[in-house]
T-cell receptor, first 112, second 116 residues
Framework: DQQVKQNSPSLSVQEGRISILNCDYT??????FLWYKKYPAEGPTFLIS?????DKNEDGRFTVFLNKSAKHLSLHIVPSQPGDSAVYFC???????????FGTGTRLQVFP | DVKVTQSSRYLVKRTGEKVFLECVQD?????MFWYRQDPGLGLRLIYF???????EKGDIPEGYSVSREKKERFSLILESASTNQTSMYLC???????????????FGPGTRLLVL
């Protein structure tokens, strides 16, 4: 049973516009949520995180929003750049463990 | 700068072979993890270790074992490789999470394994 779901396998956005990547989860015991970015032939790299006690976290062009009642989080990238083209994984941490549960990933393509 | 290295980028093995995937980290992290990445399935945790000689099963441990004899090194072993173990294998490491914050997992570049 997939506890973390990314329902859009791909997203295509024009350079300069906003990219919105979505993630849904089912487990109420998740206490941290993270986004990782992965380029081909490289390992995932950490992008941004949010604690379950917050509803927004911002880092430059990247903002993560958490809606606990809907069990939904989203990553906003604005403005999108061609270098943002990658696969984005949503992940969640179970309270009091060091384990992460990953979503299936969304491939973002930013075109000029 | 954190560095997680994996012994091979690409590996081709035959069905039934014993396969060793090695991972080394240089940040003195207590935690180390092995994942596999498959299209449409994301990253799935195979095993993790929170200390030397300690290990815990992840979500898909069947067909795999691990070894952690030294803090910096975590090995994934496929006892008898099968074609359904063809995948991208990713190693990661981190400090233990405290109650106040979450510790980032740092990933190696991955090993793409093909089992024929």
């Amino acid at each position: 049973d997939q506890q973390v779901k990314q329902n859009s396998p791909s997203l295509s956005v024009q350079e300069g516009r906003i990219s919105i990547l979505n993630c849904d989860y089912t487990n109420s015991m998740f206490d941290y949520f993270l986004w990782y970015k992965k380029y081909p032939a490289e390992g995932p790299t950490f992008l941004i995180s949010i604690s379950s006690i917050k509803d927004k976290n911002e880092d430059g062009r990247f903002t993560v929003f958490l809606n606990k009642s809907a069990k939904h989080l989203s990553l906003h990238i604005v403005p999108s750049q061609p270098g943002d083209s990658a696969v984005y994984f949503c992940a969640a941490s179970v309270y009091n463990t060091d384990k992460l549960i990953f979503g299936t990933g969304t491939r973002l393509q930013v075109f000029p | 700068d954190v560095k997680v290295t994996q012994s091979s980028r690409y590996l081709v093995k035959r069905t039934g072979e014993k396969v060793f995937l090695e991972c080394v980290q240089d940040m003195d992290h207590e935690n180390m993890f092995w994942y596999r990445q498959d299209p449409g399935l994301g990253l799935r945790l195979i095993y993790f270790s929170y200390d030397v000689k300690m290990k815990e099963k992840g979500d898909i441990p069947e067909g795999y074992s691990v070894s952690r004899e030294k803090k910096e090194r975590f090995s994934l072993i496929l006892e008898s490789a099968s074609t359904n173990q063809t995948s991208m294998y990713l190693c990661a490491s981190s400090f233990p999470t405290s109650g106040m914050s979450w510790e980032t997992q740092y990933f190696g570049p991955g090993t793409r394994l093909l089992v024929l």
